[in-house]
């Protein structure tokens, strides 16, 4: 998702504001050109984060192999896991956001513009911080993403490498915080006239709850991570169970709510793709926004799920309020399936990415509840049944959303469109590789195989479920390498101008940002491309439908 920059950002009374080029870019107080940077570097940090779980899973193809050792898996899979959660999928919601809603809400820029490109670059410096662990005498940081003391601690981990990974995940956690605080401000304070609350599209209602959530749980996390940097400077922190209980219930009041960060902006994604490629207003919006808020809400009160092995969480609880969680979610579910259901679908590349999200993540949220059960938990804790859950989460669920939002907005990013035969090779791969890899995981599980282990005797069993896995991994790499070429290709088309051009509003979309060029101009609308009336969350599908209606009217009376 990249648009082509002009040499300058356009002047204010005739004087420049920003120099071109790359300076211009990366100085930029534009949020179109601020989300990019943020999609752009996450998209990076995926390729390089997914190369480690290549090599993870070159090791675990057969029983008792020594491709990698040890030490060198366990910073393998810690920045693997940690790349994912903190360097990719959040910041690429949380840029998707920095984008994206202040074209929805029809506002001209985003509030605090210079607060949020601080944002982007703490968020860099962090990523650049937590990777540079790798070039230090005893590695990366090795402890998983989740860091628990005391083995985290100086004397079992003495590492500088877990050092710039607590300062990197410091970092890039605050940065987060101050783009997502921006788009919250931006949608409380900056939207145009008509467009109430409840006229605000589903994406940006849900940036809305997702910031929320940000500002809300993040600094859980940063207190987390400065408990953490205390312990390794004093040791004898971690000597008392408080302390190291402690930290992980200040974790896991962040790492529950994550989740929905990693989760909500690629459902409100694939929602407005459903909507658009099945011709009609998406279904229940406003139960949709309740069930968004609800979802919220009870996401700071699941988190001591993830501790039912420690004997140190009010299991009965925990497991309530996690399985309360199935009523917003089916809530969400049937606004999708009653979307659709009716509908004269077009099978484009954003609506197949968008469709095989629904039953993917199903599984990932159907295994979420089995894993807020107690009884269940004690059986696959730390097992590879949760390695699946969370990567059919995370992949088969909001990777597929993710994927669903560059093809769908990529036109209006770039003006020109992406290959269609390539977008389809890249699903299909895409959904044999994510199958593959991750589902028999679930038997690995269920069978015993521990998580976070280098390797396995032959006489376990799990050399046939491990080498499918590797295998799906191997198309998952070519799907990546196919979607690379794709955006890569188009866009060299586009320098040469051979590239098929985007037109404003290329799919029949319902919300503002369509209403505009593609790509936008620097303050978004223009008097050749004004806002239409905000009659409703749809917009452009309220225009076309009120001038079909006149057309029709007039040809009656003629």
């Not at 690429?92 to 944002?119: D, E, S």
């Not at 005893?138 to 050092?163: E, I, T």
């Not at 269609?420 to 895409?430: A, M, T, Y």
Request: with cysteine; hydrophobic share 50%.
């Amino acid at each position: 998702m990249t648009s082509a920059p002009p040499s300058t950002e356009e002047t204010a009374a005739g004087k420049p504001v920003a120099p071109g080029g790359w300076l211009g870019w990366v100085t930029s107080t534009d949020h179109k050109r601020i989300g990019l940077l943020t999609i752009g570097t996450s998209l990076v940090l995926f390729v390089l984060v997914g190369i480690l779980a290549l090599i993870m899973r070159a090791q675990l193809a057969q029983p008792e192999q020594d491709l990698v050792g040890v030490d060198t898996y366990n910073q393998l899979f810690t920045i693997h896991g940690s790349g994912m959660i903190y360097m990719v999928l959040t910041p690429f919601a949380i840029g998707m956001g920095v984008y994206l809603v202040p074209l929805q809400i029809g506002a001209p820029g985003i509030a605090m513009p210079r607060l949020t490109l601080l944002g982007y670059w703490l968020y860099v410096f962090g990523a650049i911080v937590m990777l540079a662990g790798f070039a230090t005498p005893n590695g990366a940081h090795a402890d998983g993403w989740f860091s628990y003391p005391p083995m985290a601690d100086s004397v079992h981990s003495p590492s500088v490498g877990s050092d710039l990974w607590i300062v990197g995940v410091f970092l890039a956690t605050t940065g987060s915080i101050v783009m997502g605080w921006a788009v919250l401000w931006t949608v409380l304070r900056k939207r145009t006239q008509g467009m109430t609350m409840l006229r605000l599209p589903v994406f940006s209602w849900s940036m809305v709850v997702t910031c929320l959530m940000v500002i809300g749980a993040f600094p859980a996390l940063l207190a987390a991570l400065v408990v953490l940097a205390v312990g390794r400077a004093d040791p004898s922190l971690f000597v008392s169970n408080v302390w190291n209980i402690g930290y992980q219930h200040l974790f896991w009041f962040y790492g529950h709510p994550v989740v929905y960060v990693m989760f909500f902006p690629y459902l409100a994604a694939v929602a407005e793709v459903l909507a658009v490629f099945s011709g009609r207003r998406f279904f229940g919006y406003r139960g949709t926004v309740l069930s968004l808020l609800v979802f919220a809400a009870l996401s700071m009160s699941v988190w001591g799920h993830h501790m039912f092995a420690t004997g140190q969480a009010a299991n009965d609880y925990y497991s309530l309020t996690s399985i309360v969680l199935l009523v917003p979610a089916g809530v969400e579910y049937f606004g999708m399936l009653g979307t659709i259901l009716g509908g004269r679908l077009r099978f484009r590349p954003p609506m197949l990415f968008a469709l095989a999200f629904i039953p993917q993540f199903l599984i990932g949220g159907l295994t979420g509840i089995m894993v807020g059960t107690p009884v269940i938990d004690y059986h696959v804790t730390d097992s590879y049944f949760i390695v699946a859950h969370l990567h059919y989460v995370l992949f088969a669920g909001s990777a597929f959303g993710l994927f669903a939002a560059i093809y769908f907005w990529f036109p209006k990013v770039s003006g020109v469109m992406l290959s269609e035969r390539g977008g389809r090779l890249h699903f299909w791969l895409l959904v044999l590789g994510t199958n593959l890899t991750f589902l028999p995981m679930f038997a690995l599980g269920y069978e015993g195989m521990p998580r976070r282990v280098w390797t396995y005797a032959a006489f376990d069993g799990f050399g046939l479920f491990n080498l499918l896995s590797s295998i799906g991994a191997a198309f998952l790499a070519a799907a990546t390498v196919v979607f690379i070429v794709n955006v890569l290709w188009t866009l060299r088309q586009r320098e040469h101008g051979r590239a098929e051009p985007a037109p404003d509003d290329p799919w029949g979309a319902h919300t503002l940002e369509w209403a505009t060029t593609s790509p936008p101009p620097r303050h978004n609308f223009t008097p050749e491309h004004p806002i239409p009336p905000i009659t409703s969350f749809a917009p452009l599908l309220d225009l076309r439908r009120r001038r079909q209606k006149e057309a029709a009217d007039s040809g009656s009376r003629s």
